[in-house]
């Protein structure tokens, strides 16, 4: 039988910032100005999924001394501020490629369910006082709706600049999420 605890101070001030910034990511992607150009609306889609995640990390770091974890955190805010500068970059050209409706509608549909997915897993990825676990089990579903959104993407006719900004979402961001099964992993031993 699980004993009942009281969550710290120290965790009700992380988790009240994380849900915070996971109620403005919910927001901003769905409410996300849609078009018929499959590589703009996947931009506007993704700016702010990174910018979450850089939120969510520079929280973590206010309260860890987990040295790995702390890495893991400032590689986050590294690569996705230098995703979102990239896709800044090319975002109005890439909005000129208009695709047809039929595959506009496939590939929104198929974002929609990611996000659902995403949104739910993050939301109830648990509350507890030990923050570093809890980060962990809210980057991972994080990440893998980027890495799902975007071979989503890679399946229909993008602008040609999107498309290594794509793969290289899915090639960080599967790094990170076997980087923080194994912490995990390890961090759950040592509470055995």
């Known amino acids: 039988m699980k004993r009942e605890y009281e969550l710290s101070n120290v965790a009700k001030d ?3 910032r994380f849900y915070d910034i ?4 919910i927001a ?3 409410g996300a100005e849609l078009t018929g150009s499959i590589s703009h609306n996947f931009i506007v889609q993704m700016i702010p999924h990174h ?4 939120e969510m990390s520079r929280n973590l770091l206010q309260y860890t001394t987990n040295v790995p974890l702390q890495e893991i955190a400032l590689n986050i ?4 501020t230098e995703s979102i500068e990239n896709m800044r970059a090319i975002q109005q050209c890439c909005s000129e490629k208009v695709n047809c409706p039929r595959d506009v509608k496939l590939y929104q549909r198929r974002v929609h369910q990611i996000m659902q997915v995403m949104f739910s897993a993050m939301g109830n990825a648990g509350a507890s006082n030990n923050i570093n ?3 962990i089990r809210e980057m991972i ?3 893998e709706g980027a890495i799902r959104m975007s071979r989503n993407g890679l399946q229909y006719e993008i602008c040609s600049e999107l498309r290594p900004i ?3 979402i899915i090639t960080s961001q599967e790094k990170g999420v076997r980087e923080m099964k194994r912490l995990l992993a390890e961090m759950e031993r040592k509470n055995c």
């Open 77 to 80: 805010i590294s690569e996705q």
């Open 141 to 143: 579903p994080h990440h």
């Open 28 to 30: 901003e992607m769905s």
């Open 166 to 168: 794509l793969q290289a």
């Open 133 to 135: 676990e809890d980060f």
């Open 14 to 16: 992380y988790l009240s």
């Open 51 to 54: 910018r979450a995640a850089i």
């Open 22 to 25: 996971l109620d403005e990511m």
